[in-house]
Each structure stands twice: as C-alpha cells, then as structure tokens.
C-alpha cells in the first residue's frame, strides 16, 4: 500500500511510519525535519499550508501511483494558560493542518483509510486549552465528514499520555505522580488497526498498557 504520514520524522509519526514500513508499504514522509525519519521518501512539508498538504499529497501520487492510506499526525503543544497569544499558531499547526490535509487527499483516495491522530485531551480537556481546544475539532471534523463523504473511510485515535519529546521537560513529574506513558510502537500498533478496521466515523483511544478500544460514545 501507499501510505502518507505527517509529522513522520519523530515520535508517534516516526513509530507509525516503520511498522508501515516493516509490513512492505511505501511511505511518503511529510514533515518540516529532513534529518528525522529515514528509510521512506521524504517530502519538506510546512503542514499549516493548504499547498504544501497538496503538495505531499502530489508527491505519493506522482511516485508511487495512487494513495491507500494517509496519517495525519502533525502537531504540537499550545500555550499553558487561557490567553490570545499562542492560540492561532496552536490552532494552525493541530486543526488547519488537518483540515488542508483531509482535503488534499480527499478525492485521491479511493477504497482508502484516513487516520487522524487527536489526543484523549479531544475527549477530557487539558492544561493545554488551546491544544485539548484543537484536539476536539478535530474529532467532530472526522465525526462529521464521515457523515458527509459516503465511502471516504476516515477515523481518530486518541492517545493518552505518550513517551516523546513533547512531554520530555516535564516527564520525571508525570512518572512521580504514577501516570503511565504509552511508548510511541503502542500508539503506532493501535493505528495499524484502525487503517484497517472497515468502519468510519470512529473516535478510538490508546493508553499505556492498553490496545485500541472504540471511545466510550463512538458508535
């Protein structure tokens, strides 16, 4: 299969993108680090742009031939505190980049899987207003195209909290609290079951320790 994966160079991206691989996918890589992942085909992508989206999204087209699957991972953490500043790049970087890169790809796909990587905090809420704030579209964009695009397979995973960079600064408290930290295979192995379930529409989560489940309210 062709695989898109955003945000691939590291982390869950960079998780996803080798288990891709390893079953025999050719993946195409869209990321801004061109020193991050490497065996698949790499593309500089800026995803708060619209072109660039279809951009990568013209690159696995015009290399490989067609479009099977693409990951939507890209993003970042916001602000710590309810204020303006921080929220339009937060926003860009978690919900426009989804938006562009849904309908980039949105009529390549054919028979295909779409997988948008939220966040538990879609689902709870977060310190990070302005990214649980992100997160939550997200998940009514996937809730809600499903509605309206019949036969354009799209779903969510949300992960909990997860091993990276993004929590390194303030790993040690979370550990001494006694929260666990899913490890980025877990969350890549959840995502290669949702590309493959048949459904659409579905909000899944992932936790340490734990596989895939369907959220509690996803039908």
């Not at 796909?109 to 997200?138: E, F, M, N, R």
């Not at 408290?173 to 980025?184: D, N, Q, R």
Request: charged letters at 20%.
């Amino acid at each position: 299969m062709i695989a898109l994966v955003t945000g691939g160079a590291h982390g869950i991206g960079a998780a996803i993108v080798q288990r891709l691989i390893a079953r025999g996918d050719e993946v195409v890589v869209a990321d801004v680090d061109p020193d991050g992942e490497r065996g698949s085909h790499f593309v500089l992508t800026d995803v708060r742009s619209f072109e660039a989206n279809e951009n990568a999204v013209a690159t696995a087209v015009d290399r490989f031939g067609g479009l099977d699957l693409a990951v939507f991972n890209a993003g970042a953490a916001g602000p710590r505190a309810f204020s303006v500043s921080g929220y339009r790049d937060t926003m860009r970087v978690n919900l426009d980049a989804t938006v562009y890169g849904v309908a980039a790809c949105a009529d390549v796909i054919s028979g295909g899987s779409v997988l948008v990587v939220a966040s538990i905090a879609g689902l709870t809420g977060s310190p990070d207003v302005y990214y649980a704030t992100a997160k939550h579209a997200q998940i009514g964009l996937v809730r809600s195209v499903a509605q309206t695009r019949p036969g354009f397979r799209i779903n969510a995973l949300c992960p909990g909290l997860v091993d990276t960079r993004a929590v390194a600064a303030y790993r040690s408290e979370l550990v001494a609290a006694g929260l666990a930290l899913a490890s980025p295979d877990e969350v890549a192995v959840a995502a290669e079951t949702v590309l493959g379930d048949q459904r659409t529409g579905r909000v899944w989560t992932v936790e340490a320790g734990r596989p895939a489940a369907l959220a509690q309210g996803s039908p």
